[in-house]
């Protein structure tokens, strides 16, 4: 037979629906099903309209200029082996998109804003007309480290440190 009594006497913790009684929900429903307003703005505008990296993941996409393998990526880069030896290997890929822009590729959905016509002044360049030493000590900044203080960095001509 089984006991119908909760063997505990203590109340029993509660939970959402029985704390407070079945709450409702916060969030009203939306007034207008999905399916139509998806075709609302601006929904709508923004599905439509096609962004350059959207247009590029879709299957149909063919860009005839782009390298089919590593070596037309290799090919079509500006590096030149005769008169830029030993680059590092990502200078050797660069491509003519990152240097020039008569390339004729829209990389970027933005318009090219031209820069501002204003009246360039003549930057005045002074050169001193007396050549000063580069042994001389005049007008070097002051400071307290020296070889003898600079422990860490100096070291005797046998290698042990100097001592103050």
Known sequence: ???KCNPYSFPRYENDYS???LKECQKHPYDTPTHIAQNENPWCRLNDSATLSSVRRNVCYHDPEASRDSLDFHLKSTYDHHQEFLRSKN???FQRETY???HGR???NREKA???QCGMKEIRVWVNPQKASIYS???TIESHHNASTNRGYSRKHDGGFYST
């Open 100 to 102: 020039f822009d008569d």
């Open 91 to 93: 200078e050797t890929l």
């Open 19 to 21: 704390f407070m009684g």
């Open 137 to 139: 000590i005049q007008g």
């Open 1 to 3: 037979m089984a006991r």
């Open 114 to 116: 031209e820069a501002p």
């Open 106 to 108: 829209i990389l970027k």
